[in-house]
């Protein structure tokens, strides 16, 4: 039997080995040292003990200072790794990501690469409420110039990191905070790197395709569960990058099945679903059986209570309405 481990040792491990192999690679942000617990939830424990304070830079709390900050040290030559606590907390820092990060290998000829990876975390299910829960993966995949990823189980995590670190443009690395505790096999190489931009065949399945990823990965293979109990076989693909996505993987799926349905956590009203969808029929339009189903959070804040949290959060039963909905 394979070791498990947590998405949070997941981290810490790929975090280690990173910085053991290279060293120029350093981490940013609020609370990441030692003396302060290795962050809010010691994602970085015994980061800076193993390899100094000059390297794990626990920062005030200003989202601005630290992205600032992480952008100079890539554009001077280091790896820099920098934590926001919560994604929704990237948006006081959106000018120096957008306007800075993700720009300056255009605005500089190609002559300046910003080796920056960000990590955070979200995800509703702790009762964190509107400003500390959501999934805001589209704005960022709509701006030219960086790179959107994040990962299923503790080895993806763990492999698609390594990548983000080790890739020279700035990369937004979403960690879902509900699976931070939840375990799965540990990669059999700490160092591995998954390459970006290339998704993952989760399940096969020959009548419908789901495309997803991050948490509601497992939420489409419940599904897919489900309706093979029913005879129906479920693709389930898992795109692990969002940009740059892997089209000819979902296309290839999505032609030999002929139904696809397309699910984030994420508001589904001008979510990334959207833009998959939209290619899928203008690619394979005369392949589809039915059109492109998609299952997203409706247009709200992520709300406080437990009940009406539930309800926000795409669940195995979304996914299968849909995935009917293409069969009918």
């Not at 809010?40 to 989202?63: C, H, Q, Y």
């Not at 992480?70 to 790794?81: C, E, K, N, S």
């Not at 919560?86 to 006081?92: C, D, H, I, Q």
Request: proline share 5%.
């Amino acid at each position: 039997m394979s070791k498990q481990i947590t998405t949070l040792q997941a981290i810490n491990e790929a975090m280690h080995h990173a910085m053991a192999a290279d060293p120029t690679v350093m981490l940013f942000g609020e609370d990441v040292a030692d003396p302060e617990e290795g962050g809010v939830n010691g994602a970085s424990k015994g980061l800076s003990t193993k390899f100094g304070d000059l390297r794990v830079r626990s920062t005030p709390i200003s989202e601005q200072a630290i992205i600032g900050a992480a952008i100079g040290a890539a554009m001077a030559g280091m790896r820099p790794v920098a934590e926001i606590m919560l994604m929704n907390f990237m948006t006081v820092a959106m000018d120096m990501i957008t306007n800075h990060a993700a720009k300056l290998r255009f605005m500089s000829g190609g002559q300046t690469a910003v080796p920056l990876t960000i990590r955070c975390t979200t995800g509703a299910g702790f009762g964190t409420a509107g400003q500390h829960s959501d999934f805001l993966e589209a704005w960022f995949a709509h701006t030219a110039g960086l790179k959107v990823v994040t990962g299923a189980s503790p080895a993806e995590v763990s492999g698609l990191l390594n990548s983000c670190i080790f890739d020279d443009d700035p990369c937004i690395f979403i960690e879902n905070l509900p699976a931070y505790w939840q375990k799965g096999d540990a990669p059999t190489d700490p160092g591995a790197r998954i390459p970006l931009g290339v998704a993952r065949i989760a399940r096969p399945g020959d009548d419908v395709t789901v495309i997803t990823y991050g948490p509601q990965v497992a939420v489409a293979q419940a599904a897919a569960e489900t309706m093979a109990a029913e005879g129906v076989g479920v693709q389930v693909i898992d795109l692990r990058t969002i940009v740059p996505w892997d089209r000819e993987t979902v296309l290839n799926a999505v032609a030999k099945t002929g139904r696809a349905v397309v699910t984030h956590e994420a508001v589904k009203a001008f979510g990334v679903g959207a833009e998959i969808s939209s290619v899928i029929h203008e690619e394979l339009f005369s392949d589809l059986k039915a059109a492109v189903q998609r299952v997203g959070a409706p247009s709200c804040a992520v709300p406080y209570s437990n009940p009406l949290e539930k309800a926000f959060v795409p669940d195995a039963d979304k996914v299968l309405a849909a995935i009917r909905k293409t069969l009918n």
